[in-house]
């Protein structure tokens, strides 16, 4: 009997040793874990009730109440020995019940404060005791074990608060995780239960020793899953998180990818759901439930405010967030109708990609469920990445797939608008193979369509219908304009319009639009207006004589108001007479030859913004003149070049508004003489600006209501500019105004 009391302290006593040394380094690992703290506590007064066993028993065995008529005797080791073990056993079962309380969840601080402050109470009822020297109840038997007693009440109690433990740990035991934890609380517990109600298992120290192995299986199994299995389980872990990176990232559809990052992130921290938050709206400013696992489809589509819900916090403050208990931590915005029922811990992690936050992944265990800690955030972070890169991939290829789709309908909507129209369309490559020709270009050069395809256009058109100055055409196509120009085919008149292509090959795109008929048009208005102006010349001359005999009989006898009348008329019949001029010059202009001789250009644009000035004030405009002189000479035929100035400040004048503002400058640019026409006019839209410059072509926007013209005044001033060797272009802006410029070469001598 000796012998087997000696073993079971000595068995206790290295236990125990064994047991501080592992809470040592469970402490020096990570000593600010709330489950650490209050296992050291625990374990604490577990020393302090193996202490005073050890002590009392030691004293008994060592002869200092060797007779078992010795009872009711109070030697000092003894009674010392019993005061500690009866705050040990009392001490170690609260603070074992608070360790399982905190460790399944319950960490409130009200919790926190009745739990020190019970244990408080009970070490200082404890101390008082002592202090007063009350009596102790014991018997040292004849085999030298010590046998002590406890009161009902504190039988009733203890036993009481040893099933209660035991009840939290088997109901939450999903959320203490580890086997050999739980074995231990139940050995710990069992232990305490057989000391109450065992007179011989107490007197044995049974309690004792069943207490010190649990508290050892205890501190092993903290020390084995916060350091050893880590450090073992890190590789493994690594891996676990690429395979689940490699299963994301294969998925390509997006709801696929969401669904499948779910699932995964559940499975790997062995939760029991997932939900995936996206951000969207108008300005990315909510969160929406994109997918879930394990939990109600229905709240699939449901939206967050980017401030609200713990979804919310993850995604404004970018970093990684965790409530061990749902309901009572969380006081914001619950993330969806039920999360304040069903949710217990929950993490949350932001899904970033580039540096901005595409979503926020949760994993949510049930209020029953496991507690998460902080490897577990450190494995979700090492999946959040890979779910992040999954859903951009996703998303790209399902903005590429929505792309290809409407683009697919595009072609097919333009190939059957192209294969319908009357305007014969002929795509080439740049080796001027055929790709693409429609109905009506086959039908114009007398080739089917599979037999047109693929052939050289040299072999199929003559000489004349192709562009008639190859510089000029280059020219416009590098500035990425359409090249105009005219050509007739078996008795049709067409402008043809090529435009560079950049898809499915480089080439170019010839469109031929019928102008028979508009050039028919334009040969009988210049016909009626010669003949007009023919014939308003002869009654206009003799208007202007009778007003010149008015003005010789009527010197000094006509008021000042019939003065001020004939004075109008005069200068009305002058613009007039300007007029039919400026109509007469227009046509021979066109139906001669170019003549270059030495143009003084400032001088030119002085009167010809002198010649507007009375027009531009009618409609009360601002029309202004800057020139930055010396200007190099240049040379080039006057009346062409006056009809180019005065066409761009007609254009200005028409289509500005009351009270704009019209400028015309003249400088050196690049060492060629620039001119530029700008107004504060209505502007011309993006879509019309390449093709201003096109015979008969009119701007249909906005503000041209009432302006009239045939589209024929931009034509002949490009025209003119070309044959001067020189380039014309605009800037335009819509209700801001537009600027013509031109470019004209210097004369070098």
């Not at 035991?166 to 959320?175: C, E, I, K, T």
């Amino acid at each position: 009997m000796l012998t087997s009391i000696t073993i079971a302290l000595i068995l206790n006593s290295l236990t125990l040793t064994i047991a501080l040394g592992l809470l040592i380094l469970i402490l020096w690992h990570d000593s600010r874990r709330l489950t650490n703290r209050y296992f050291a506590w625990f374990l604490l007064m577990m020393v302090t009730w193996a202490s005073g066993s050890l002590l009392g028993r030691a004293s008994a065995l060592a002869g200092l109440q060797a007779a078992a008529d010795y009872t009711r005797r109070d030697p000092v080791f003894i009674r010392t020995g019993l005061r500690l073990l009866e705050l040990g056993f009392t001490s170690s079962s609260l603070a074992l019940y608070l360790y399982v309380t905190v460790l399944t969840g319950n960490r409130s601080r009200v919790f926190q404060l009745l739990g020190v402050a019970g244990v408080t109470l009970l070490f200082l009822f404890h101390l008082t005791v002592y202090l007063l020297d009350a009596p102790v109840d014991y018997t040292v038997t004849v085999s030298g074990s010590l046998q002590y007693t406890f009161s009902p009440a504190s039988t009733i109690l203890f036993t009481l608060l040893n099933l209660i433990t035991l009840g939290v740990a088997w109901q939450r035991f999903r959320r203490i995780q580890r086997p050999s934890l739980i074995f231990g609380i139940m050995l710990f517990c069992l232990g305490q239960l057989m000391a109450l109600f065992s007179l011989r298992l107490r007197a044995l120290g049974i309690a004792e020793d069943s207490g010190a192995i649990a508290t050892f299986i205890m501190a092993f199994a903290i020390v084995q899953y916060q350091i050893i299995q880590p450090l073992t389980g890190k590789t493994r872990q690594i891996e676990v998180v690429r395979d689940v990176g490699l299963v994301i990232t294969s998925r390509v559809d997006l709801q696929n990818a969401l669904q499948t990052i779910a699932a995964q992130a559940t499975s790997l921290l062995r939760a029991d759901a997932s939900l995936v938050f996206l951000r969207g709206g108008e300005q990315d400013d909510v969160l929406i439930l994109s997918a879930q696992y394990n939990f109600l489809d229905s709240f699939v589509g449901e939206r967050l405010g980017l401030h609200e819900g713990l979804a919310g916090k993850v995604a404004t403050e970018r970093k990684p967030y965790m409530v061990r208990d749902y309901r009572r931590e969380w006081k914001g915005v619950p993330d969806t109708a039920f999360a304040l029922d069903r949710f217990g811990a929950v993490m949350g992690v932001p899904l970033i990609f580039d540096i901005q936050v595409v979503g926020v992944l949760l994993v949510i265990s049930s209020a029953e469920g496991r507690l998460f800690d902080e490897e577990d955030i450190q494995v979700l972070n090492l999946l959040a990445p890979q779910a992040a890169v999954a859903i951009v991939n996703a998303l790209l290829f399902q903005r590429q797939r929505d792309l290809t789709t409407q683009l697919e309908a595009a072609k097919n909507q333009l190939e059957a608008v192209l294969l319908s129209t009357n305007n014969p369309v002929i795509a080439l490559n740049k080796r001027l193979h055929i790709i693409f020709a429609n109905n009506a270009a086959c039908t114009l050069l007398g080739e089917r369509g599979e037999e047109i395809t693929n052939q050289n256009l040299r072999h199929l058109v003559p000489q004349s219908y192709l562009p008639p100055n190859p510089r000029h055409l280059f020219r416009d196509l590098q500035d990425h304009q359409s090249h105009v120009y005219e050509l007739e085919i078996v008795g049709k008149n067409y402008l043809c319009h090529i435009t560079r292509m950049q898809q499915p090959e480089p080439g170019w795109v010839a469109v031929l639009n019928d102008v028979t008929s508009l050039k028919e048009l334009d040969r009988l208005q210049r016909q009626m207006i010669e003949l007009m102006t023919h014939q308003l010349k002869n009654p206009l001359m003799g208007a202007m004589v009778h007003l010149e005999e008015l003005e010789e009989l009527g010197d000094g006898n006509l008021t000042e108001e019939m003065v001020y009348d004939v004075q109008v008329i005069r200068e009305q019949l002058d613009r007039m007479e300007r007029l039919i001029k400026r109509i007469l010059n227009r046509q021979r202009i066109q139906n001669r030859s170019v003549r270059f001789e030495p143009v003084d250009l400032p001088q030119l644009v002085r009167a010809v913004v002198a010649e507007h000035k009375p027009l531009a004030t009618s409609k009360h405009l601002k029309l202004d003149v800057e020139i930055k002189e010396p200007l190099p000479a240049i040379s080039g035929d006057l009346e062409r070049l006056t009809e180019t100035i005065s066409n761009l400040i007609d254009n200005a004048i028409k289509y500005t508004p009351p009270e704009g503002k019209i400028k015309v400058c003249l400088r050196v640019d690049s060492g060629q003489v620039l001119l530029s026409v700008s107004d504060t006019g209505i502007g011309i839209p993006l879509e019309h600006q390449a093709r201003v410059f096109e015979r008969f072509y009119r701007v249909e926007a906005s503000g041209t209501e009432g302006v009239g013209g045939m589209g024929m005044g931009l034509s002949l001033t490009k025209a003119i500019v070309e044959e001067h060797n020189g380039r014309i272009w605009l800037e335009s802006e819509p209700q801001h105004g537009t600027t013509f410029y031109v470019s004209l070469p210097a004369t070098h001598s």
